[in-house]
């Protein structure tokens, strides 16, 4: 069925360093992936997402990369800050509203 | 601008009983949907409404689940009887109308069956 994988599970940094997040996905019909932050207590939320017409989206310190030959996309941060504390979740959908989820990124960042 | 608000913010009940879990969506959206991670695992979908029908319901694990939305307003979430697996955190999720629109979180339900 369809899947999305995460990796790593846990990561740290330093303040100041970049962070990536990387996921693949299974089925080759998806065509849009958001990207979500959970903060402690707080529900997902959307803090980039990226299309399948497009390799690339930047927002300030995030981005987000896509190939889709190899089913691949990636959430770089960087000049992290201790805020950016949080699980992230990377999540693929094929236009039909069904969101499938990874298993999330725990992201400490150390000051 | 209200979010997506869900209530309780926990429950503990014991295996065998029900409890039903309600989610308010942002006023006007008729896209709702209801996820579930249950720990250290992905959140998981569940179902999709638009307004008061069910569009997509295969992420629902069993008939022990019942998702209903009256009035194409609030939506209810009833797990009858109550089992220890089904324990996790239930996300509500609602989007306006337009192509894969952004779905906006809301805080949760922890549920414990103990």
């Known amino acids: 069925g369809e899947n999305v994988e995460q990796h790593p599970s846990t990561l740290s940094v330093q303040e100041g360093d970049s962070a990536v997040i990387k996921c693949t996905y299974s089925d080759s019909a998806s065509n849009y992936f958001p990207w979500y932050k959970q903060e402690l207590g707080k529900g997902p939320q959307l803090i980039i997402d990226?299309?399948?017409?497009?390799g690339e989206k930047k927002d300030q310190r995030i981005a987000v990369t896509l190939n889709k030959t190899a089913k691949h996309f990636s959430l770089h941060i960087t000049e992290t800050q201790p805020e950016d504390s949080a699980v992230y979740f990377c999540a693929a959908s094929k236009g039909t509203y069904k969101y499938i989820f990874g298993t999330g990124t725990r992201l400490k960042v150390l000051a | 601008e209200a979010g997506v608000t869900q209530f309780p913010s926990h429950s503990v009940i014991e295996k065998g009983q029900t409890v039903t879990l309600r989610c308010d969506p942002i006023s006007g959206h008729d896209n709702l949907y209801w996820y579930r991670r249950v720990m250290g695992k992905e959140i998981k979908f569940l179902l999709h409404f638009v307004k008061e029908s069910k569009q997509d319901e295969s992420g629902m694990p069993n008939n022990r689940f019942l998702a209903e939305r009256t009035g194409g307003t609030y939506s209810t979430l009833k797990v009858q009887p109550a089992e220890l697996e089904d324990s996790g955190v239930y996300f509500c999720?609602?989007?306006?109308?337009?192509?894969?629109?952004?779905?906006?979180f809301g805080p949760g339900t922890r549920l414990t069956v103990t």
């Open positions: 990226i299309r399948s017409n497009v």
């Open positions: 999720a609602s989007s306006g109308g337009g192509l894969a629109g952004e779905q906006y």
